[in-house]
């Protein structure tokens, strides 16, 4: 298949090149200072070619979904940085071979630019292999770091707990994890629900274990500590042209919690919980394991 594209590629290069020289004699002469300059710029890129190495990426398709999965920690400049580039090294392609198709037969043989059909391939074939993938990649991450940025303007919301859910579900998880905690808003009692409640109707739900005041001031700064008031509503996984869905891996889950003053909620699909959201399912679990018989 690619060896059939490059060859597509070749013959399309050769038949522009050569309609494109018959073309550019009849063309206006340009100024010969300046084509004096363009064919010295033609031949310094064919000696020093532009570099991007988010086009070494894009040239294989599992590197492409792990370059967008790690966008989830990179430093946004990086990201800038990497598609300025690229984007450089595509202009410069496209400038190449507009430059190689206005070359005249005579240009060619005095500054000696029989090479330049070789030249043209290379730029059709990055532009043409990478180009697809560049706006996958950059549409997945250009989104993603917009969450980012919302993200990180949270501030943690005020006020005791009211409301918390824990869940985790999935092929990787046949036993349910799944947490609730309830406050009585006349009483101010706490109580935790275990995975034997997932998902039931409410009046068939029955307390497990009461919480204490210092259990909820624990949670709210485990979830302070560790900024989930400041994660992103979701995590998903890229989808890459030829990067097959994943099967088993991590779970999904799904994490929110009420209090007096806002909100903080956040998921994931097949994505690895944050980490304070994992130590407060472990705080939980410790505490759920204290109401079962065989721990009394």
Known sequence: MTRHMNRTIAIVVTLAMTMGTMYADKLPKPDKKQRRQDIQRLIELRDNPPHSSLLEVL?????????CMDAYYRPESEYTQDTAALKELYRQNDWTLDMCQSLTEKEVKKYQLDW???LMVRAEQENFNTYPRFEEVTQFCDALYERRRKAAAQTMPAGKIKHLVYEEYGSSRPTPVYFEIKVDAATGKAMLYGPENRRVEESEKHPQVALEAEDLNTIRQMIE???IYQALPNYFRPIIKDVP???????SWYFTCEFEGGMVSTEGDQMRPPRGCTEIASYLIGNYLKSLPQYQ
């Open 116 to 118: 330049f059909p070789a």
């Open 225 to 227: 500590e560790h900024k």
């Open 59 to 67: 040239q294989n398709a599992d590197k492409c979904f792990e370059y």
């Open 245 to 251: 869905p994943v099967t088993g891996g991590p779970p």
